[in-house]
C-alpha cells in the first residue's frame, strides 16, 4: 500500500468538514437555526437598531451622549444556537453583537480594535423606541 496516499486521504478527510465550514461559510445561518435578534436595544449611552432583510443583517448604533452614529451591513456569524455573535467589521474595527435566545431583550454590544483589543463592552436592553 502506498503509505503518502493514506496520509493523504486521512488528512483530506479530517479536514473536509472545516473546508466546508469556511466554503459555505455563513449563508448556512439559517439551517443553523440563527434568529438574528431585531429591534432596538438600548442603555443610557448607546442605542442599537438590528434589522435583516435583502439578505443582509444590518446594524445602526448611536451613542446617545454626544450623538455620533455608524450604520452597517452584512454581518458574520460565529457561534452556536444557545450563543449567537454576529460581527460586522468596519475599517479598523470589529463591532459585534452577542446574543442569546433564550434572553431575547438582551444583547451584548462589544467593539475590538484591529489588535483584538475590547474598546467597548455593554449589556443592552430591548426597548420601545
Not at 486521512?10 to 461559510?25: E, F, H, K, N, R
Amino acid at each position: 500500500m502506498n503509505i503518502k496516499a493514506i496520509a493523504l486521504a486521512t488528512i483530506l478527510g479530517l479536514s473536509a468538514p472545516a473546508i466546508t465550514d469556511i466554503a459555505v461559510g455563513n449563508h448556512a445561518v439559517a439551517s443553523r437555526g440563527f434568529d438574528y435578534p431585531r429591534g432596538t436595544f438600548t442603555d443610557k449611552e448607546w442605542r442599537v437598531r438590528l434589522s435583516y432583510h435583502d439578505d443582509g443583517y444590518y446594524y445602526k448604533a448611536r451613542n446617545l451622549n454626544n450623538g455620533s452614529s455608524i450604520a452597517l451591513s452584512h454581518a458574520t456569524t460565529s457561534g452556536d444556537k444557545q450563543r449567537q455573535i454576529y460581527t460586522w467589521r468596519n475599517g479598523e474595527y470589529n463591532y459585534q453583537v452577542v446574543w442569546r435566545p433564550n434572553d431575547p431583550n438582551t444583547i451584548r454590544l462589544q467593539v475590538f480594535s484591529r489588535n483584538g483589543n475590547e474598546i467597548l463592552d455593554r449589556l443592552l436592553y430591548s426597548s420601545d423606541d
